[in-house]
């Protein structure tokens, strides 16, 4: 589409231009090949008669103009995708929307694949793209290139709505081949074995559970991290390690895998996992709806 003699098209391949300064990263997050990406910069260059990005070593840099077009082509892109994705009504027996939610794989066990059996028979056109969270996901909602993030309530922006979808406890698991949780759990035997902790997302984000054991650091030993929740339960089997988790994925994985679930000797705060959508999106009856869905699996 062309507005004023300009594909609006070429405003979304500047902004990507903008934020990766790279025309190949650019490309990619755009999914079109190379060339494609350098000819769009080309035409841009030729409608506001400026070099936009100048190569300077192995980066490209913006132009004063290209900088000063930034938050302008932020702010046409975001109420474009108002625009678009923003309906007053929604039929989930014949809707084909996609939504993009960002959401834990402790969610993604718990909430995304009920969700999605449920859809099988209620909207099963509807489809769902998960993408990881972590600090990064509050920049993608405020960018559009999201529709939810769920996420516990400390990591959540305050500058959009958001609503409680669960309240869950933390407990210990262990190996029952483990003679050390043969016996109610202690904090004295707690400490006294390996755990296993979770880090997310590129900056390795600590999870709530590890940062609710920073008093306890210097007790605490960890000897083995990884990037998921759901991964925690296999990697005690067989280890004299012990890891804290949601109730609710302890209850997923105890009938799967040899662990015990023992509670939590040191009483930690319970994890209140909520949905956020932009404030943008408030009335659009999608969100509402699907918001609604999660509500239903989770009981809350």
Do not use: C
Not at 31 to 57: C, E, K, W
Not at 64 to 70: D, N
Not at 102 to 111: E, P
Not at 251 to 264: K, Q, S, W, Y
């Amino acid at each position: 589409m062309r507005f004023k003699g300009l594909d609006l098209n070429l405003l979304y391949a500047l902004r990507m231009l903008l934020e990766e300064r790279s025309v190949s990263r650019a490309a990619e997050r755009m999914n079109i090949s190379q060339p494609a990406m350098s000819a769009a910069l080309t035409r841009m260059r030729d409608y506001f008669s400026d070099d936009l990005l100048v190569q300077v070593g192995r980066r490209m840099v913006p132009t004063a103009y290209a900088e000063s077009l930034r938050p302008l082509v932020s702010q046409v892109l975001e109420k474009a995708d108002e625009l678009i994705s923003t309906s007053s009504t929604f039929d989930p027996a014949t809707s084909s929307r996609r939504f993009r939610i960002s959401a834990s794989d402790y969610m993604v066990t718990v909430l995304i694949g009920p969700l999605t059996r449920k859809f099988a028979t209620i909207a099963p056109n509807v489809r769902i793209d998960v993408y990881p969270t972590g600090p990064e996901a509050n920049a993608d909602l405020e960018r559009g290139e999201i529709d939810l993030v769920v996420s516990p309530e400390e990591y959540q922006s305050s500058s959009h709505p958001s609503e409680m979808l669960l309240e869950d406890e933390h407990v210990v698991i262990g190996w029952k081949g483990n003679p050390a949780l043969e016996k109610p759990l202690d904090r004295k035997t707690l400490f006294s074995l390996g755990h296993v902790a979770v880090r997310f997302g590129q900056s390795r984000e600590t999870s709530f559970a590890e940062q609710q054991l920073y008093p306890h650091l210097e007790k605490q030993r960890t000897e083995l991290t990884t990037h998921s929740f759901s991964s925690v339960p296999g990697l005690v089997v067989g280890t004299m390690r012990v890891a804290f988790v949601q109730r609710r994925l302890s209850d997923a994985f105890v009938d799967m895998l040899p662990i015990v679930v023992h509670p939590d000797p040191l009483g930690l705060p319970p994890l209140r996992e909520m949905v956020q959508y932009h404030t943008a999106r408030a009335n659009d009856a999608g969100i509402s709806w699907i918001v609604r869905q999660m509500h239903d699996i989770l009981g809350s």
